[in-house]
Structures are given as C-alpha cells and as structure tokens.
C-alpha cells in the first residue's frame, strides 16, 4: 500500500482571540479551503513529540 497520509501540525495556524480550541465554523471552513485541493508543503520545524510543523501553498494548474 503507498503512503497516503502523515500527522502534522499547520504551522503558525491557531485559534482566533485567544480561544483555547477551534470552533466548528472554523474547522469546517478549513475543511473547505483544504479538502479536494493540492498543496505543496514545506516543513518549517518539529514539535517536540517530533511531529512536523508545516506551511501550505496552494499550487495552481499542473504546477
């Protein structure tokens, strides 16, 4: 089976006004900003339990 998905953390991506936790528009917003698009990804740290930190770029076309 190929490698299909990896944990990560969207760096520099938090809640809004100092909530502790994502409501539900905001996750489903992201859901349809993210789902079904293609991204390039580019680590930019680790967090401590190792798991990547991440910035997205929208990739447009064949690119």
Do not use: M, W
């Not at 991506?13 to 917003?29: L, Y």
């Not at 859901?31 to 930190?53: E, M, S």
């Amino acid at each position: 089976i190929p490698f299909q998905a990896v944990e990560v953390y969207l760096d520099n991506v938090v809640p809004a006004d100092n909530q502790e936790d994502f409501t539900p528009e905001s996750i489903e917003s992201a859901k349809a900003t993210l789902l079904g698009a293609c991204f390039k990804a580019i680590v930019t740290g680790y967090h401590y339990d190792n798991t990547p930190f991440i910035q997205l770029t929208k990739r447009h076309g064949n690119v």
